[in-house]
């Protein structure tokens, strides 16, 4: 704190504003937090959603909408005291109507779509082509192999292949190759008409893939069975739907003020699921940014300077900020002191979690899991307690969370950069939890409050002081090694599918498995 004084008085007597302006401090900065102004961009957010279409998500207008809010503040409102910009990213949209499949005797099939199923062309009824069976290959897998395709005479045809031995994107990928224009496959233990899950197709790269019908075992083997038998069988496929590189935008808002060498970056997610407004997913974190960053702008001399993240698409895989951090040059990595990230910050039934990358009392560590994110991350130090004894201070039950790669911190993590969050719990801890009901009065304000506030003091003390920072650790997301760039976005999109798949914000229900 005392470098802290010195630097203020400095800057002080060079601008000849002595005493006009605040030193910033922890406290300072906690007691500026107001709820009605956390509770204003709440409804500010709402109004965003009701206007276009109920909610902010990925590739609908709302979430324009709700870009444009943060820069009426960051840039235009508080523009003297920060640069922001808005850095843009493109990420594969998927809205799913329906499929239909029309078997060989006219009928209509029972079928299940993969998510991101490249539609058919629109209008035309879909596709009608004749049928290729293709062997079955238990021990290797089928046509899971370049070889195994080696006579089938796919071209202009749509291939019947069953499930199994690979992820099915290898086998739709080979079917292209060979000019296939459809796929059915069969679903080796599905035998009723009662579907359990769905599986994906590329979320990526959906130019490399084609519409796709999954089928249960006696339907596909019933096909299989007359094709080996010599029998001319013609199918339609229809698949309706959008299926799109859309762009989207973090926006990134950074003080003029501090060292931008040593950077204390706090981030939120500000898109919602189409499902609805996404006020405590994460209007909460979104508000909380601007009530702190509207304090901020108040106060001089912190030696560091203070970065503000709002990423975009999150909720299809924490790619706005996965696309930050993949991007991001190991010098401006290592300029990342710490980051605290806040999602969910306001349930209406709440908990105070503190998550992030602990010690056990063994000296053990927690937070690897065997996930991808693992062998990333340093502990998060600080951060936790600061956090933790400012919510305890205040009266709340604090419990501690390791974490699991659910939220924006996930790419920090990899980096190796020390992280920590704020949750308040989903399920029983926010019954509107990705639903249409996540509005303006889903919001326990109080929680909402007080957590703005710790981060607001935590924020305070990493501003004037590194220290009980850990230094950022060795990871195997190496960002030196330019040449081994395609393993490393191998390793990105792999988390962010991971993200996808497993129950998080970024996506409701199960690990769908087929
Ligand atoms: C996003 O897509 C647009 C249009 O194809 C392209 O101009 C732009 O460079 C892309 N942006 C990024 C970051 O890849
Ligand atoms: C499928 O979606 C298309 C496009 O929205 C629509 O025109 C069509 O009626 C739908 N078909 C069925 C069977 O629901
Ligand atoms: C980081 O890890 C890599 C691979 O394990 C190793 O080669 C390198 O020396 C390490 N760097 C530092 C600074 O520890
Ligand atoms: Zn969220």
Redesign the pocket.
Known sequence: MKTSHAAAAVFSLATGCLARRMELTPEALANDVRTEQLQSTLWNLEHIAHQHGGNRAFGRPGYKASVDFVLERASERFGDKFDTYVQ???HTYEEFFNITLTGPDGEDVFTVSPRFNPPTPAGAGGITARLVNTPVDRKLGSMCWEDQWDGIDAAGKIVLVRRGGCDAIVKVLFAKKKGAIGFVMTHHNWDNEKPMSRFWLSSTNPDMMMPTAIVSRPVGNAWAARLDAGEELVVTLAVNGILE?R?SWNVISQTKQGDPDKVIMLGAHLDSVPAGPGINDDGSGTAALLEIMESVERYDGFPHAIRFAWWGAEEVGLVGSLFYTRTLETKDVDKIKYYFNYDMIGSPYPMFEVMGRLEDSSGGLFGNGGRLIGNGGALSGIGVDLLANYLADAGKEVTHAVFDGRSDYAGFDALGIPCVGLFTGEDVHDPCYHEACDNINNIDLDALTINTKAAAYALGVLANSLDGVPKRANTTVNMQRRNKMVDQFQTWDAISEEAQWVRTCSHGGQKLMV
Do not use: V
Request: without cysteine.
């Open positions: 843009e990213f493109n590189r762009p």
